[in-house]
């Protein structure tokens, strides 16, 4: 399994952007699919975006389209989430997760998760 770490999380104003990374230990990177998922206080975890293993395919949920981009670089082995015009309701702690070969959106596929980063967005 791919051992990550996510960082770039923070707190800030409605409107505003953040850049997460999540930075992937071993040699086979470019072998995993990569997701974005949150879990804001008291609710479920749900998925934000995914990215398959070239960076070729891409996939968003309905209310962060437009908003936010998911890319890979599989020279650096890092996944990244740029978030743009944030808004209060993207308030969550974000977590990376890595999929060996293929990239779903179920969460439950996902063998290896980060420790998660927390993105606050005031109004």
């Known amino acids: 399994q791919v051992q990550l770490v996510e960082s770039g999380g923070g707190l800030v104003q409605s409107g505003g952007s953040l850049r997460l990374s999540c930075a992937a230990s071993?040699?086979?990177?470019?072998?995993?699919?990569m997701g974005w998922f949150r879990q804001a206080p008291g609710k479920e975890r749900e998925f934000v975006a995914a990215i398959s293993r070239s960076g070729g395919s891409t996939y968003y949920r309905d209310s962060v389209k437009g908003r936010f981009t998911i890319s890979k670089d599989n020279t650096k082995n890092t996944v990244y989430l740029q978030m743009n015009s944030l808004k209060p309701e993207d308030t969550a702690v974000y977590y990376c997760?890595?999929?060996?070969?293929?990239?779903?959106?179920?969460?439950?596929?996902?063998?290896?998760w980060g420790q998660g980063t927390q993105v606050t967005v005031s109004s």
């Open positions: 071993g040699r086979t990177f470019s072998a995993y699919g």
């Open positions: 997760a890595a999929q060996l070969l293929t990239i779903t959106t179920n969460g439950a596929d996902f063998g290896s």
